[in-house]
């Protein structure tokens, strides 16, 4: 074997071993969007509308997994396409229930409640939401079978109705605690993070699992807030940073025939 033709086997093994590289990341760790709406379909309102689309992050016709249980284990999570996660990814989560139907007709007995997006483009996302009472220790919400050891954005939408407006909710994860301020009493029909949303990132263990804790703030009612957690809708996205883009790739192959050209070169010398 000719050292030219040594060198023809060397290029070709590199630019296999890109390909490699490049198809290999983008199918075993994708980056994935998915969506959680807390819909409910119980006394309040049954017939809850289901929500998809963007909200903060997302885009047009993305779809939503419909939770319609106050609490549940290993609920398997469809992506934002409607397709099964990569991952398997599953979710399991506890509450005092679930409540919704701002704008139901009629309204439900307890008064006339609305939603602060009522009519608007996010109207069925807030229209329900899991809830936890004053009253009740912390609840988990946990992911199993993501990405291991790796970073997750997480959105948090939380909410209440305008009859317990300024309600405040507190998450912990990975040992950090995060909560909403809401300024006033009134809901806001806009999303503004820390008062409608929470936006936070959590770390997988070695097997892909990610849980929180969360709660409301204080007591029942403390100036005129009630203590009760709400969360209407959860987005969990693996940051795109956490992943190498097939560019880097692409240079690690180009620097492999460059090493491989240099040889030939001094082999011809």
């Known amino acids: 074997m000719t050292f ?38 119980g006394q309040w309102n049954p017939n809850a509308p289901a ?3 963007a909200a903060v992050i997302g885009s047009a016709g993305d779809q939503w997994n419909h939770i ?42 307890g008064g006339d409640d609305s939603n602060a997006f009522g009519g608007g483009t996010y109207d069925a996302l807030m ?21 291991a050891s790796t970073s997750y954005d997480l959105y ?13 909710l507190s998450i912990n994860i990975n040992n950090n605690t995060i909560r909403t301020d809401h300024a006033s009493l009134s809901n806001i029909g806009t999303f503004v993070q820390g008062e409608n949303y929470i936006k936070f990132t959590g770390v997988t263990d070695g097997s892909g699992d990610l849980s929180f804790t969360y709660q409301g703030i204080g007591s029942e009612t403390v100036n005129g ?30 620097g492999g025939l460059l090493v491989v050209l240099r040889l030939k070169r001094y082999s011809c010398a």
């Open 68 to 109: 319609t249980d106050g609490s549940g284990t290993n609920f398997s999570l469809s992506n934002s396409t409607g397709s099964v996660s990569s991952t398997g990814a599953t979710m399991s989560w506890a509450s005092t229930g679930l409540f919704g139907g701002y704008n139901a007709t009629p309204p439900h007995t």
């Open 127 to 147: 229209n329900s939401y899991l809830y936890l009472t004053a009253d009740q220790a912390p609840k988990t919400i946990s992911f199993k079978s993501l990405a």
């Open 51 to 53: 929500y998809s689309g």
């Open 4 to 41: 030219g033709t040594g060198i023809r086997k060397i290029a070709v093994a590199v630019l296999a071993l890109v390909l490699v590289l490049l198809i290999g990341p983008a199918q075993a760790h994708a980056v994935e969007l998915i969506n959680i709406q807390f819909q409910s379909t």
């Open 156 to 168: 948090v939408y939380t909410e209440g109705d305008n009859m317990s407006a300024g309600r405040n």
């Open 225 to 254: 807030k009630a203590g009760e957690a709400n969360i209407n809708g959860i987005q969990l996205r693996q940051p795109s940073g956490s992943v190498p883009e097939p560019s880097t790739y692409v240079l690690m192959g180009i």
